[in-house]
């Protein structure tokens, strides 16, 4: 029996471990690539319907209905993605690969960092097959591409965070189908309240007061200074505040809900 | 006994809401052998190798793996043990291969030494051919024998199995008896939870046996069996003149027996292995059976025989 030789531990086995954990959900996603087709086709249908179906009838002061759309449609996209981590996480703790993870030598925060990054990966494959629609379907940045990429870079920002907060919903609810359930409702209300597809102004006061204070509707705000033109700063500090809020406070929870689970 | 215990577990006390999973289970497993937990289900078993695999926290006692405490010391502990639950925790959307070397690296093997390793216990598992598979595809026997081989990847030198054999064909079920005799055989410390008499038989050195979170009964499998284990044979005959001759024989030979109309119950200590002799008595001089049943012990006649109710009384689950 030859010995086996232990890595040593140091803050960068954390990092390898995240490596680690990060390449395996990867793997499982193309393995499954019907999850990936439903977080594109989702998107891809909205884009249809509002473009040409709804479109006609939606008046945007001062900008065409495309180039307002798309920024409503890249938060859109990436809002729903993010239950994708719930659903993840709740598949691995039924499944008991998370007790499993629970009793090895491992950097704890790998599981949830793994999971969050994976997450990450996939949304900048959805956004990627976004920005190629909007420009099929005639949506161009004004501001060129300097301002379309830093519009795609708050998008990624928003994404990451908010799936923070499905990873704290994921470690709570025990099957997939509960994590669905109870992640398309939150999203709706968010995007469907916000500036996503049509102007605050078309709303009664109340909803405005609601739309215009949630990071749905900020990151929509910012995307759109950056890609439509004109004064962006406050827009994305507002949107960049509202990421990293939601960061600070779901990954601490997050943490701290797996430190504890079923003690 | 002077061997250094591995595994030493002293009143250990759990709770989930109100309902108490353990009351108190001490219990002390020798370096190099196996321990057997045997009870029914919601009996606390799964409970017990939580805290030991450092998933759950007790509520009070204490519980040491190779002199690591498993709460003060669990990250350390986390590094001495192997872990297989009661549902084979493997990624059905990797391969087998993928699996034990996403685990190995995980469980701080040398990066240049995973991938041999994994060949070794796929090898040693007989899944080599099924190597590069998705584990989606694989049967019950197969993700059960993988999940095993994933908790054996850094060589622990002490093994927790969470009913290993649950749902298993009897032929996955002997493969992974085999798997488990040669670890331990090579100096691995085994404690593996089981709601069958037999398979604690198989492979305990000592058994305990648990009902409501409190140890019943401790033994090895013999001192089980002679205690508990009266095995009954039922032999059927054509009349009952035949039957009341056949008594007669039997109790000549020191097999006393009951009668019951045609029929005629032995009873046996010394297990379902006396019957040929039985037979053997009956042949020259009294006709030959026309049915014969044998009752081995269950698992509930003993839990019985313990604890007054039946094993399979409801409970949460362990």
């Known amino acids: 029996m030859s010995t ?16 680690d954990v990060t390449t395996r959900n990867l793997r499982s996603l193309f393995r499954t690539p019907q999850a990936l087709i439903f977080a594109t086709v989702q998107p891809v249908i909205f884009v249809l319907l ?20 798309m920024p409503g449609v890249f938060a859109q996209s990436v809002a729903f993605g993010a239950i994708g981590t719930a659903v993840g996480l709740s598949t691995d703790l039924r499944s008991g690969i998370l007790v499993r993870f629970r009793t090895l030598p491992m950097a704890r925060i790998a599981v949830l960092a793994g999971r969050t990054t994976a997450d990450l990966a996939r949304n900048l494959a959805v956004v990627a097959v976004m920005t190629g629609v909007g420009f099929a379907v005639g949506f161009r ?27 704290a919903i994921g470690l709570r609810v025990s099957d997939p189908e509960a994590a669905q359930a109870m992640g398309v409702p939150i999203i709706f209300l968010l995007v469907f309240t916000s500036s996503a597809f049509v102007p605050l102004q078309s709303m009664p006061g109340w909803l405005q007061a609601i739309g215009a204070h949630q990071p749905v509707n900020a990151l929509a705000t910012a995307e759109r200074a950056l890609t439509v033109g004109g004064p962006a700063a406050r827009d994305v500090l507002i949107s960049l505040a509202w990421s990293g809020g939601i960061l600070l406070v779901f990954a601490a929870l997050s943490a701290r809900v797996y430190a504890r689970m079923s003690r | 006994m002077s061997t250094p215990a591995a595994i030493e577990v002293e009143g250990l006390r759990k709770s989930f809401g109100h309902v108490a999973a353990l009351d108190g289970v001490s219990l002390q497993v020798p370096a190099g052998t196996v321990l057997g937990l045997l009870g029914p289900n919601g009996s606390g078993k799964t409970t017990t190798v939580s805290i030991l695999s450092t998933f759950l926290r007790p509520d009070a006692g204490r519980a040491a793996v190779c002199g690591l405490d498993v709460v003060a010391d669990a990250a350390a502990v986390r590094g001495v043990i192997g872990f297989a639950g009661q549902f084979a925790a493997v990624d059905p959307n990797l391969t087998g291969r993928e699996n034990l070397e996403l685990i190995g690296r ?12 994994a060949a070794e216990l796929l090898a040693d598992f007989g899944l080599t051919a099924a190597a590069g598979r998705l584990v989606r595809t694989y049967s019950g026997g197969m993700r059960r024998r993988l999940d095993v081989a994933a908790a054996l990847l850094h060589r622990p030198p002490v093994l927790f199995l969470d ?3 649950t749902g298993l064909d009897l032929e996955s079920r002997l493969a992974l008896w085999e798997s488990i005799h040669g670890l331990v055989t090579d100096g691995t410390t085994v404690l593996l939870t089981t709601q069958y008499l037999e398979e604690a038989d198989a492979l305990a050195d000592q058994i305990v046996m648990i009902a409501s979170g409190r140890v019943v ?42 009668r019951a109309g045609t029929e005629i119950a032995i009873r046996s200590a010394s297990g379902s292995g006396d019957l040929p002799k039985v037979l053997r008595t009956l042949n020259a001089k009294a006709p030959d059976p026309a049915t014969i049943a044998v009752h081995e012990p269950t698992l509930d006649d003993v839990f019985l025989a313990l604890t007054g109710h039946a094993a399979t009384e409801g409970g949460k689950a362990a």
């Open chain 1, 4 to 19: 086996i030789t232990f890595a040593p531990r140091r803050l960068s086995t954390a990092l390898a471990d995240t490596v």
């Open chain 1, 50 to 69: 509002f473009r040409y179906a709804f479109g006609g009838a939606i008046r945007v002061p001062g900008v065409n209905y495309v180039d307002y759309l």
């Open chain 1, 141 to 167: 940045s004004s501001t060129g591409p300097d301002g379309l990429l830093a519009a795609l870079g708050l998008v990624i920002a928003f994404a990451y965070a908010v799936s923070w907060v499905f990873v």
């Open chain 2, 106 to 117: 995980l469980s701080r093997v040398n990066r240049k030494q995973v991938r041999g390793r």
């Open chain 2, 163 to 165: 009913e290993p054999t």
């Open chain 2, 217 to 258: 009964d401790t033994g090895t499998s013999a001192e089980l069996k002679h205690r508990f284990g009266t095995v009954v044979f039922t032999l059927g005959f054509g009349s009952q003149a035949e039957a009341v001759r056949a008594k007669h024989v039997l109790a000549g030979a020191g097999y006393p027996a009951d």
